[in-house]
């Protein structure tokens, strides 16, 4: 079983690097890094009404940590995917070392819809989103969201821009700007995610 050492994991990310899966490779990574960083303004994230009505119409309810693998099988599961095995097991490890957290949208016993990422220091670093029943990607957003506040994390990495995250805040901003936010992220005292 290959895994990224969890030493590298944490000096890159540190770094504003990050690794994706080749997608004809079921082993080989390669390493990113962006110039025009993704963000999602912790305190300025708009999560829409229709959402919130729907989590309350629903009954669903979210969790964390509960079936991170369910959440990485969910996040892997589509046409092409960057999540190959060396991601995979990599991000798997981590959650057994207390590094990597997912957060799940259940209803009744289904699993429906989450996220996964990396947490350092006050920085959490969301991995990848899915859902198998609509707008659950935009629930477990909007309860990652009140999580990371109330845990008083000071940056939410979405690593690049698009327009589903746009419509929530997400913003862009310079390698410069972004490394200098990193900085005082990880030199906070552990916040822990959970």
């Known amino acids: 079983m290959q895994v990224i050492h969890p030493d590298l994991i944490v000096e890159a990310y540190s770094e504003g690097y990050f690794p994706m899966g080749e997608e004809d490779s079921d082993t080989e990574v390669a390493w990113y890094s962006a110039r025009k960083r993704g963000i999602m303004p912790i305190n300025e994230v708009h999560i829409p009404k229709r959402v919130l009505r729907r989590i309350r119409s629903k009954n669903y309810t979210c969790q ?18 960057w999540i190959n095995d060396t991601i995979h097991n990599t991000f798997v490890y981590l959650h057994q070392v207390g590094l990597a957290h997912s957060v ?6 289904k699993l429906c819809g989450g996220l996964y990422g990396l947490s350092l220091g006050g920085a959490y670093f969301a991995e990848s989103i899915f859902q198998n029943e609509p707008e659950c990607m935009k629930i477990a957003l909007h309860f990652c969201h009140e999580h990371l506040i109330k845990q008083g994390f000071l940056i939410w990495d979405v ?12 913003k862009e901003i310079s390698e410069k700007e972004y490394k200098k936010v ?7 005292h552990e916040t822990g995610f959970v």
């Open 64 to 81: 964390i940590n509960t079936d991170f693998e369910g959440v990485i099988a969910g996040c892997a599961s589509r046409e092409t995917t």
């Open 104 to 109: 799940e949208v259940w209803q009744d016993d």
């Open 159 to 170: 690593q690049f821009s698009n327009p589903f995250l746009e419509q929530f805040g997400c």
């Open 182 to 188: 990193l900085k005082e992220a990880l030199e906070m």
